[in-house]
Nanobody
Framework: QVQLVESGGGSVQAGESLRLSCTVS????????LAWFRQAPGKEREGVAA????????FYADSVRGRFTIYRGEAKNSVYLQMNSLKPEDTAMYYC???????????????WGQGTQVTVSA
């Protein structure tokens, strides 16, 4: 059974930090991509960051580069998103995704978590 379980969302003030966690199981995530996406009300879902597990190579959206960091835990089946210097425009539901089937790191993924809400107030 495939599972992607996110945690770590919450409500913070602008400038503060949050760390999101996602534990994955039930599919082969080796030499594959794990990613974080977000979707704000009324907006399209967008890729935030991804990591290629074969090399731990990371990718970021321009809007978060330098503020967010994606990395894997020692157990390797966990992926984290450290979010610093949060802005109100970062407010969204954040989703963990695994097993890239589309083109590019922000393309289509086969598996998705249930999402965790991040709210940043000014």
């Amino acid at each position: 059974q495939v599972q992607l379980v996110e945690s770590g969302g919450g409500s913070v003030q602008a400038g503060e930090s949050l760390r999101l966690s996602c534990t994955v199981s039930g599919f082969d995530y080796t030499n594959n991509y794990l990613a974080w996406f977000r979707q704000a009300p009324g907006k399209e879902r967008e890729g935030v960051a991804a990591i290629y597990t074969g090399l731990d190579e990371t990718f970021y959206a321009d809007s978060v580069r330098g503020r967010f960091t994606i990395y894997r835990g020692e157990a390797k089946n966990s992926v984290y998103l450290q979010m610093n210097s949060l802005k109100p425009e970062d407010t969204a539901m954040y989703y963990c995704a695994g097993d890239l089937v589309g083109d590019g790191w922000s393309g289509l993924y086969r598996y998705w978590g249930q999402g965790t809400q991040v709210t940043v107030s000014a």
